[in-house]
């Protein structure tokens, strides 16, 4: 399981409503997922690389599950079953890159107990629906020199996300609060252009299009995991639609 430690928090635009309940036990908490920058450019930019090498079309993700997980430090934990770690099951089929939604793309909404949470897990599972994202757990698709070319595993990939300060951790006190899963593209884009000036994206088998996956087609199974380690590395919580 990879642990990325968190640049900043995902998303604590906690607002509190002022029609909830003062003897409310729990608050609603937003899960929101995008494909950004790190120059701050939106997704519908960002797709495309600086030397206009790589154009990135398709972008999409499965997550199979969540789990928020309960600072052991919250006085509540102990005291209340309640307030364990909450677990969500998805699937939750997201299409990140889809000109017709928005930049930050709504996973799931919840009512979650009052508590300090530390951590948030995903799973990232290979999807069970009819169509191309059948068995892959995120896909990735676009064109490198004109030529096309597709990125994408079947495994599962599980995040742990948390934060380098602890005083970042979030907590529900009978608010609602956003949180968004950031995965910089950028990266990504850089690798494939660095991978196709040395020539290393070949179509192997002839079909029109290049194949890196964690697989065998194309031959490109080493270059298939380097991708999948580095989109586990470039997903982040952060404090920002």
């Known amino acids: 399981m990879k642990k990325i430690s968190i640049l900043a928090l995902l998303v604590i635009a ?45 972008f999409k993700i499965n997550i199979g599950s969540i789990k928020l997980e309960t600072d052991e430090e919250d006085v509540r934990h102990t005291e209340d079953p309640l307030h364990e770690d909450v677990k969500l099951t998805g699937p939750f089929l997201l299409d990140l890159l889809d000109p017709d939604k928005t930049l930050s793309q709504i996973i799931t909404s919840v009512s979650i107990p009052n508590a300090k949470y530390e951590e948030i897990k995903f799973k990232f599972q290979p999807s069970t629906a009819v169509g191309e994202m059948n068995g892959r757990s995120f896909m990735i698709k676009g064109t490198v020199d004109g030529k096309n070319f597709v990125v994408w595993s079947g495994k599962e990939v599980e995040l742990e996300m948390d934060f380098n300060d602890p005083a970042k951790d979030f907590t529900v006190n009978s608010n609602d609060i956003s949180l968004n899963i950031k995965i910089q593209i950028d990266a990504i884009m850089a690798k494939i252009t660095a991978l196709a000036g040395q020539g290393l994206l070949v179509d192997t088998d002839g079909d029109g299009v290049i194949e890196i996956t964690t697989g065998s087609d194309d031959g490109h199974h080493d270059l298939g995991e380097l991708i999948r380690d580095l989109l586990e590395n470039e997903t982040h919580l952060d404090d920002k639609d």
């Open 14 to 58: 906690a607002s509190s409503c002022s029609d909830n309940q003062t003897d409310s036990t729990s608050g609603n908490v937003t899960l929101k997922a995008s494909a950004v920058s790190s120059t701050g450019k939106t997704s519908m930019t960002a797709r495309v690389a600086a030397a206009s090498t790589v154009v990135i079309t398709d």
